[in-house]
């Protein structure tokens, strides 16, 4: 599948690359219809292309502290 045309409110046209049975598909879906694709192929894959210059994102690590006090966890009641 592939999108041949945007349209408003977030729908696109999408059509199938190679027809079966002879026949073409296409249809109007929105865009909570559609799934994430990528492609696996090492050779297809642009978009790490400029990843050789740029910084890696890491997340940082979350720091777990114990409380001071039983209290500062419970509310007054």
């Known amino acids: 599948m592939v999108v ?5 409110s977030d729908t696109y046209r999408i059509s199938q690359l190679e ?3 002879g026949r073409p598909y296409a249809t109007i ?3 909570s219809q559609l799934k994430a694709w990528r492609s ?3 050779d297809d894959d642009d978009s790490n292309t400029n990843s050789h210059n740029e910084p890696e ?3 940082s690590k ?7 006090r039983y209290g500062d966890f419970m509310p007054d009641r």
């Open 19 to 21: 027809p079966r049975n």
């Open 40 to 42: 696996w192929n090492k």
């Open 29 to 31: 879906v929105h865009v």
């Open 57 to 59: 994102m890491q997340r």
């Open 62 to 68: 979350r720091t777990v502290r114990k409380p001071l």
């Open 4 to 8: 041949t045309q945007v349209r408003p």
